[in-house]
């Protein structure tokens, strides 16, 4: 009797852990399938440039005051945080630089990739879903056009190259915010507070950032325009397909932050 009750207690451990990690493997392949599908349709015409520029506009330009403003706050805080830290240390100098390295290996890219994620990738699933559940994607196969080709690689494209740009900006207008609240408020001589910077920033630094930048960017366009494209279930489930896509997005993009940096500092650092 004891142990038909321990193979029941193990099924209901065992089966539901080998549903997460099956379902998990099934869907990595079905990113994975849409990637190979999206690069394979790339370099093959049409080359729709009109739909790429409104994609660029609607992930990037239009995501551009969200992206200047939590930049402007993240380096402010950031820094007088970090000023108000250094000071007990007596190294209120390293204020300037130590914002600078932590916008442009971390901050910049992460931050960013979560608001265009939070906005562009929803607005991208939503679109997607609603012309799933419509048959307006049934419609343009019908009409001999490639959906992958026609609504998913602008967008993919879009979001690779768009996220790094953002990221650059969110570098630039960071440091202003930390420019100004460490020189304004916590007193840094201005002068340290750059030539800090100049000294510990490098190339490397910034290569880094907009490395992680360009990963996240094709991802997290990747994550919403395969949770759009396949949406099923009517107005619920387009509902169901943005929630998972602005969560497997934020999710994503941490893990992968982690084992970026980690292979960074192996190939670079280590080496």
């Given at each position: 009797?004891?142990?038909?009750?321990?193979?029941?207690?193990?099924?209901?451990?065992?089966?539901?852990?080998?549903?997460?990690?099956?379902?998990?493997?099934?869907?990595?392949?079905?990113?994975?399938?849409?990637?190979?599908?999206?690069?394979?349709?790339?370099?093959r015409p049409p080359y729709r440039l009109v739909v790429?520029?409104?994609?660029?506009?609607?992930?990037?330009?239009?995501?551009?005051?969200?992206?200047?403003?939590?930049?402007?706050?993240v380096?402010?805080?950031?820094?007088?945080?970090?000023?108000s830290a250094l000071k007990t240390f007596q190294a209120q100098a390293f204020t300037g630089a130590t914002v600078g390295l932590a916008l442009a290996r971390e901050l910049a890219p992460v931050f960013t990739s979560i608001v265009v994620s939070a906005r562009a990738g929803a607005g991208i699933a939503t679109e997607l879903g609603s012309m799933?559940?419509?048959?307006?994607?049934?419609?343009?196969?019908?009409?001999?056009?490639?959906?992958?080709?026609?609504?998913i690689v602008p967008r993919v494209i879009a979001g690779t190259v768009m996220v790094p740009l953002l990221a650059m900006l969110f570098n630039v207008v960071g440091m202003c915010g930390a420019y100004v609240v460490a020189v304004g408020v916590q007193n840094v001589d201005r002068g340290i507070f750059i030539e800090k910077a100049q000294w510990l920033l490098d190339p490397n630094?910034?290569?880094?950032?907009?490395?992680?930048?360009?990963?996240?960017?094709?991802?997290?366009?990747?994550i919403a325009c395969q949770q759009g494209y396949n949406a099923s279930g009517g107005a619920k489930g387009v509902g169901v397909a943005t929630t998972r896509s602005v969560v497997g997005?934020?999710?994503?993009?941490?893990?992968l932050d982690y084992f970026l940096t980690d292979l960074w500092l192996t190939l670079f650092q280590k080496g």
């Amino acid at each position: 009797m004891w142990l038909e009750r321990l193979a029941s207690w193990i099924d209901r451990l065992w089966l539901p852990a080998l549903r997460l990690v099956v379902g998990f493997v099934e869907t990595l392949g079905q990113h994975m399938i849409l990637l190979f599908s999206v690069l394979r349709w790339a370099l093959r015409p049409p080359y729709r440039l009109v739909v790429l520029l409104e994609a660029m506009v609607f992930i990037g330009f239009e995501s551009l005051p969200i992206v200047l403003l939590i930049s402007l706050f993240v380096g402010a805080v950031f820094a007088l945080q970090l000023s108000s830290a250094l000071k007990t240390f007596q190294a209120q100098a390293f204020t300037g630089a130590t914002v600078g390295l932590a916008l442009a290996r971390e901050l910049a890219p992460v931050f960013t990739s979560i608001v265009v994620s939070a906005r562009a990738g929803a607005g991208i699933a939503t679109e997607l879903g609603s012309m799933r559940i419509t048959e307006q994607i049934d419609a343009l196969a019908t009409m001999a056009v490639n959906p992958v080709q026609y609504l998913i690689v602008p967008r993919v494209i879009a979001g690779t190259v768009m996220v790094p740009l953002l990221a650059m900006l969110f570098n630039v207008v960071g440091m202003c915010g930390a420019y100004v609240v460490a020189v304004g408020v916590q007193n840094v001589d201005r002068g340290i507070f750059i030539e800090k910077a100049q000294w510990l920033l490098d190339p490397n630094d910034i290569t880094q950032g907009m490395v992680k930048a360009v990963v996240f960017g094709c991802v997290l366009t990747l994550i919403a325009c395969q949770q759009g494209y396949n949406a099923s279930g009517g107005a619920k489930g387009v509902g169901v397909a943005t929630t998972r896509s602005v969560v497997g997005s934020f999710v994503t993009i941490l893990v992968l932050d982690y084992f970026l940096t980690d292979l960074w500092l192996t190939l670079f650092q280590k080496g």
